[in-house]
């Protein structure tokens, strides 16, 4: 450690260490306008049937009553962005591309816990717990009050120098640290998230309706899809990134991920139509052990990939 080093460096440089792609801090104070705009969302109904949204709110806005004491919330970035294409081939799907290697989850809480393990030692007596998209806690809009980068107008997080192509995390302690200045909204008067897509899920900047969004339809959606959205998927089967495929930010700054474990498995990138609607729960379990595809289970999977063969088959006058 150098000399006169101060905390927020060390944390800063460990986590680094660890391969963390950016790192900031903030107070754990209250959230500002957070608050409204997330009843605002919920009482519109906007989260659809992710129930536990409307759950422990004032946890959400508030880390001190997640843990007694909290006085920082130490914010963390990964890159996942792998440079590779989805297919154009129509009898293959297309996967969202954070979803084509290992579970995010595994992979950023082994990193968060050594972290968190460093901190304990280097600073006696810290309490703090931790969380990768598992708890209480508004990831984004803490990952832009610690500086990392600003919402936004798909909701997605953006940083200055990997796009929005990376996954968040937190750790929330009771060491006092000295926290970055807020991170500033880079989008102006860009709209094209907006108009790209597909189903007119972003229903006005910074606000998704999870149910015309095809991330939500096609993983949080448990049972049939009915009605109009689906002639709009598009190939997706699980996941969607059509609007961050079209942000500037994304084309400009996207840099390939040096983490393994987000390299694309195998068949990943071209999903056999077919072949996968033919999976029975078995190899379902089989196949994505450790994926993230888990989270739409074999029922979800299988509708997605009818819906996708049924449009095609209307597109070709079969239907």
């Known amino acids: 450690m150098a000399a006169g080093e101060s905390a927020e460096r060390r944390i800063k440089k460990k986590a680094e260490s660890l391969g963390f792609t950016a790192v900031g801090i903030a107070r754990a104070d209250p959230l500002g306008n957070e608050p409204l705009r997330l009843r605002e969302w919920l009482d519109r109904g906007y989260h659809a049937s992710m129930s536990w949204m409307a759950t422990s709110v004032v946890k959400r806005v508030d880390p001190r009553q997640v843990l007694r004491g909290a006085k920082s919330v130490i914010s963390l970035a990964l890159n996942y962005y792998t440079p590779a294409e989805h297919a154009k081939d129509p009898r293959v799907g297309k996967i969202s591309r954070y979803a084509w290697g290992d579970d995010y989850h595994d992979v950023l809480s082994a990193r968060l816990r050594s972290l968190w393990t460093w ?150 990138l071209e999903p056999d139509l077919a072949e996968w609607s033919r999976l029975d729960p078995v ?32 597109g070709e006058g079969g239907l």
């Open 283 to 314: 190899e379902f379990r089989r196949r994505f052990s450790g994926s993230p595809i888990q989270r739409a289970k074999h029922e979800g999977l299988r509708r997605n990939i009818q819906i996708i063969l049924q449009d095609r088959k209307r």
């Open 119 to 268: 901190i304990e030692a280097a600073f006696p007596g810290a309490g703090g717990t931790w969380y990768v998209d598992t708890g209480p806690v508004m990831e984004k809009a803490w990952a832009a009050r610690a500086g990392i980068g600003w919402i936004g107008k798909h909701a997605n997080l953006i940083t200055r120098s990997h796009g929005s192509w990376v996954f968040l995390g937190e750790i929330i302690t009771t060491v006092e640290l000295e926290p970055d200045s807020p991170a500033v909204d880079h989008c102006g008067s860009c709209t094209l998230c907006i108009e790209a897509c597909p189903t007119a899920a972003i229903v006005q900047p910074y606000v998704i309706e999870s149910e015309r969004c095809l991330s939500y339809l096609t993983i949080e959606h448990r049972g049939p899809i009915e009605g109009e959205l689906t002639n709009h998927f598009e190939g997706w089967i699980f996941g969607c990134d059509i609007c961050q495929d079209v942000c500037p930010w994304n084309r400009k700054f996207a840099t390939p991920t040096g983490e393994d474990r987000f390299a694309p498995r195998e068949g990943h």
